[in-house]
């Protein structure tokens, strides 16, 4: 750590003419909209990491952010609010920064070519910086960023109020006196300020983690290092490694020992406690197994026997009544490994397909611009198949509008006929149809029948039936049929006639809308051949049971069910709903009722090996966390392979997974001893939280549980819990284990303060309970955990 401050990404600026140029700033335009285009003086920081800007008008206040959180820097019109202002601001003026997580892009113009290349050129080179850094140089830029802010004269020192006040903002509520002798212990030149070698030593005190301590004084002979024979005596027993334990242990040493001498010692090397440390923080001591996070599983298999990621209105980016729809939305579900996407087609004007949630006040947006999108972003984070999936409520003009525009900007990469020309007698594999896009849609015929079908066919072409109105109320039905008489189908009408009937508030009124408008989009269709030929393996037909589809479905065919009545399957033909699943491809929706697009629990289809359970990947929440938990193995490809029990004949009921053959329970037991850096919740001034740790187990019914520790007061920055956790866990092939940590409050709710999510299968082998567990919160994830 004695390099500490000298290490950061200051020290790269200087050197750099484009770095330089931004420190000194320039006047971009800020761009929200068409009508919202307002100049911000922005610039680079000293600390070469962080973004500030203001307007000319506000005063004192500003805004930053930092390099660390931009994914990616997009030149020219790839945004929609830019493409807007195309007539306006020529493509070379204009560029957008794209941030990781929820966090909306932010859309520039500057005022030259030039200008623009300066800045594009610059944050990339920080955005690669900060990408290249090391564990230890990312903790070293993380205490020069707490610095930086604690240090408000500027002086490059910190007085003892300086010090006081950065361990208020790191979450630290420590005793004066002992804050003031670890301050007086690191003063070494006795000035009153620590200058940078002594603020090292200083958070060297602070941060003496003595449960990391105590293992290592397990296996130090001397107390001091861990020998290469010790720490290979660790790996065995602790972590369970084998015979490639003394290989792994010369490894560790060449990379996490930070001391040339430790690496030296006794020339096979040793690892001090600051090697130790900083290798139980790092991948290669998280709980997942690295190996398992690769590409690894076989994707030869029938695409019914993966669980595939699966998005729901994936075009829109809020709610389902009032939310705006966005080639952004595509991008980001496809950035997330997103395999399956939705498109709602409905007829535009000049004769162009628009995509929307119809009968709503959602924003539109052109077809022709999604599949573009979709042509672009498609395999750029998994090179397996993307189906797209079709809600078509479009006229027959317009469908061939659709079809055409498939053909012509998805090209070779749109799925057009059988594989080989052959009939099906099994669907392929993700390896057969690597590159492709996969339409699911209603389909004129089948696959094996002849060129001499009628060219349309009338039927409902949308595939989400929900609103059945054998299952609507009284008070939805009589609503439903006013709605139908007056033949005003738009979402404003439904709400009058449901505000005027005294049935609901205007604050209720957007959930029977939904309910009523999806029954009006229910009326029968036609299709055009056009778009009929372009569907091949997943062919979209209704459900009539379990018998029905074992006599008579092809594997092609596939059904989509609504949460209500996939769950009603799942729940009373389980080991059916299994069985279907081993063949055919199934898709379960959010229901129409849910109009702030929440979600529902995702674990309770995947028990029953539904393949496409489609989420609203706009709304975070427990259910996306499941979702991307599963999804994070496999090299988060979008496919994820079923257990073999659920892909064979074999019998397996989720409700019984003790009847099934091998059956064997595991017992999972997990010590929470600390936690480290955790973040302010309430930034309220004094704040500090008292954090508790959660684990929840998901999976079949008899392995759901959740528990969690006690809480600790004021203390986010090293708190302290040393408390074992047990379950027992009936089928670990379909479980998930999710630690979430939240900050106590006895008055109201806890607030959530970041979750980790792994498949159990992905666990580490080992004795888990004497790693540390090591929450470093970001963006509301947890980034590793131990």
């Known amino acids: 750590l004695v390099s500490l401050l000298q290490h950061n990404l200051y020290h790269i600026a200087q050197g750099d003419e484009d770095l330089q140029v931004m420190k000194a700033g320039a006047m971009l335009r800020k761009v929200k909209s068409r009508s919202w285009k307002k100049q911000r003086h922005f610039r680079l920081q000293e600390d070469g990491q962080t973004i500030w800007y203001k307007s000319r008008w506000a005063g004192t206040g500003h805004s930053t952010f930092s390099v660390a959180d931009v994914d990616v820097v997009r030149e020219g019109h790839q945004s929609e609010i830019l493409l807007s202002i195309a007539d306006e601001f020529p493509a070379d003026l204009c560029f957008t920064l794209v941030f990781r997580g929820r966090r909306s892009n932010l859309d520039l113009v500057a005022?030259?070519?030039?200008?623009?290349?300066?800045?594009?050129?610059?944050?990339?080179?920080?955005?690669?910086?900060?990408?290249?850094?090391?564990?230890?140089?990312?903790?070293?830029?993380?205490?020069?960023?707490?610095?930086?802010?604690?240090?408000?004269?500027?002086?490059?020192?910190?007085?003892?109020?300086?010090?006081?006040?950065?361990?208020?903002?790191?979450?630290?509520?420590?005793?004066?006196?002992?804050?003031?002798?670890?301050?007086?212990?690191?003063?070494?030149?006795?000035?009153?300020?620590?200058?940078?070698?002594?603020?090292?030593?200083?958070?060297?005190?602070?941060?003496?983690?003595?449960?990391?301590?105590?293992?290592?004084?397990?296996?130090?002979?001397?107390?001091?290092?861990?020998?290469?024979?010790?720490?290979?005596?660790?790996?065995?027993?602790?972590?369970?490694?084998g015979e490639r334990s003394l290989e792994h242990a010369q490894e560790l040493i060449d990379r996490y020992e930070p001391s040339e001498n430790g690496k030296d010692h006794c020339k096979h090397g040793a690892m001090s406690i600051d090697g130790f440390q900083m290798y139980l923080v790092s991948p290669e001591g998280a709980i997942l197994d690295p190996q398992l996070l690769a590409l690894h599983q076989?994707?030869?298999?029938?695409?019914?026997?993966?669980?595939?990621?699966?998005?729901?209105?994936?075009?829109?980016?809020?709610?389902?009544?009032?939310?705006?729809?966005?080639?952004?939305?595509?991008?980001?579900?496809?950035?997330?490994?997103?395999?399956?996407?939705?498109?709602?087609?409905?007829?535009?004007?000049?004769?162009?397909?628009?995509?929307?949630?119809?009968?709503?006040?959602?924003?539109?947006?052109?077809?022709?611009?999604?599949?573009?999108?979709?042509?672009?972003?498609?395999?750029?984070?998994?090179?397996?198949?993307?189906?797209?999936?079709?809600?078509?409520?479009?006229?027959?003009?317009?469908?061939?509008?659709?079809?055409?525009?498939?053909?012509?900007?998805?090209?070779?990469?749109?799925?057009?006929?059988?594989l080989d020309r052959l009939v099906p007698q099994e669907l392929p594999s993700p390896q057969?149809?690597?590159?492709?896009?996969?339409?699911?849609?209603?389909?004129?015929?089948?696959?094996?029948?002849?060129?001499?079908?009628?060219?349309?066919?009338?039927?409902?072409?949308?595939?989400?039936?929900?609103?059945?109105?054998?299952?609507?109320?009284?008070?939805?039905?009589?609503?439903?049929?006013?709605?139908?008489?007056?033949?005003?189908?738009?979402?404003?009408?439904?709400?009058?006639?449901?505000?005027?009937?005294?049935?609901?508030?205007?604050?209720?009124?957007?959930?029977?809308?939904?309910?009523?408008?999806?029954?009006?989009?229910?009326?029968?269709?036609?299709?055009?051949?056009?778009?009929?030929?372009?569907?091949?393996?997943?062919?979209?037909?209704?459900?009539?049971?379990?018998?029905?589809?074992?006599?008579?479905?092809?594997?092609?065919?596939?059904?989509?069910?609504?949460?209500?009545?996939?769950?009603?399957?799942?729940?009373?033909?389980?080991?059916?709903?299994?069985?279907?699943?081993?063949?055919?491809?199934?898709?379960?929706?959010?229901?129409?009722?849910?109009?702030?697009?929440?979600?529902?629990?995702?674990?309770?289809?995947?028990?029953?090996?539904?393949?496409?359970?489609?989420?609203n990947f706009q709304t975070a929440g427990p259910e996306m966390d499941l979702n991307d938990g599963l999804f994070s193995q496999n090299g988060c490809c979008g496919y994820v392979l079923k257990p073999d029990f659920m892909r064979n004949d074999d019998s397996f009921d989720p409700e019984r997974p003790q009847d099934r053959n091998g059956y064997t329970s595991l017992r999972l037991s997990i010590q929470v001893i600390s936690g480290q850096q955790l973040p302010k919740v309430n930034h309220k001034e004094g704040s500090i939280v008292d954090p508790l740790v959660r684990v929840e187990i998901y999976g079949v019914f008899q392995d759901q549980a959740k528990q969690e520790t006690s809480y600790i007061d004021n203390n986010g920055f090293n708190p302290l819990w040393n408390e074992t956790l047990n379950f027992i866990v009936h089928v670990p092939e379909l479980a998930l284990v999710r630690f979430v940590v939240e900050d106590y409050d006895k008055s109201s709710r806890n607030d959530f303060m970041g979750q980790f999510t792994v498949p159990f299968t992905c666990i580490q082998p080992g004795k888990i309970d004497l790693i540390i567990l090591h929450l470093r919160v970001k963006s509301g994830q947890l980034g590793k955990s131990q």
């Not at 707490?146 to 420590?174: H, I, P, S, Y």
């Open 111 to 241: 005022e030259s070519p030039s200008e623009a290349q300066v800045w594009i050129r610059g944050v990339r080179k920080l955005i690669q910086n900060t990408k290249s850094m090391n564990d230890k140089e990312r903790l070293d830029q993380w205490i020069w960023d707490w610095f930086q802010k604690a240090d408000k004269n500027k002086d490059g020192r910190m007085n003892f109020k300086e010090v006081r006040t950065l361990l208020k903002m790191m979450n630290v509520d420590m005793n004066e006196e002992y804050t003031l002798r670890l301050f007086t212990m690191a003063d070494n030149s006795e000035s009153g300020c620590l200058e940078n070698e002594e603020f090292v030593q200083f958070y060297k005190m602070l941060t003496k983690r003595e449960d990391v301590w105590r293992v290592f004084q397990d296996y130090s002979r001397d107390g001091q290092i861990l020998t290469l024979a010790e720490l290979e005596d660790f790996l065995k027993q602790e972590q369970q490694e």
């Open 298 to 418: 076989d994707m030869s298999q029938p695409l019914s026997h993966y669980f595939i990621c699966s998005s729901h209105n994936t075009y829109l980016m809020d709610d389902q009544l009032r939310g705006q729809s966005s080639q952004e939305a595509y991008i980001q579900a496809l950035k997330r490994g997103c395999r399956c996407v939705e498109v709602d087609c409905w007829d535009g004007p000049n004769g162009e397909p628009v995509v929307y949630h119809g009968h709503t006040f959602t924003s539109k947006i052109l077809f022709r611009d999604v599949i573009t999108t979709l042509a672009e972003y498609a395999f750029k984070v998994s090179e397996f198949p993307v189906i797209l999936s079709l809600e078509n409520h479009c006229s027959m003009e317009q469908q061939r509008v659709m079809a055409q525009l498939l053909d012509t900007i998805l090209g070779d990469t749109l799925l057009r006929a059988p």
């Open 432 to 615: 057969d149809l690597k590159g492709k896009v996969l339409l699911k849609a209603k389909k004129i015929g089948g696959v094996e029948e002849s060129e001499t079908l009628t060219d349309e066919v009338t039927d409902e072409v949308s595939d989400e039936d929900e609103a059945d109105p054998k299952s609507l109320s009284a008070e939805a039905l009589r609503l439903n049929d006013k709605v139908r008489a007056s033949n005003k189908h738009c979402a404003l009408t439904c709400q009058l006639i449901m505000i005027c009937d005294g049935l609901i508030n205007s604050h209720q009124a957007g959930d029977i809308c939904s309910l009523t408008c999806n029954v009006l989009s229910l009326q029968k269709s036609k299709f055009s051949r056009e778009l009929s030929d372009l569907v091949v393996y997943c062919k979209s037909v209704h459900f009539h049971s379990f018998e029905y589809s074992r006599l008579h479905s092809k594997c092609y065919e596939m059904s989509s069910f609504s949460e209500s009545k996939a769950r009603k399957l799942a729940k009373d033909t389980g080991a059916e709903f299994v069985h279907h699943n081993s063949r055919q491809l199934s898709r379960v929706y959010p229901s129409g009722m849910r109009t702030d697009s929440s979600n529902y629990n995702p674990q309770e289809l995947w028990n029953v090996g539904c393949q496409i359970v489609a989420l």
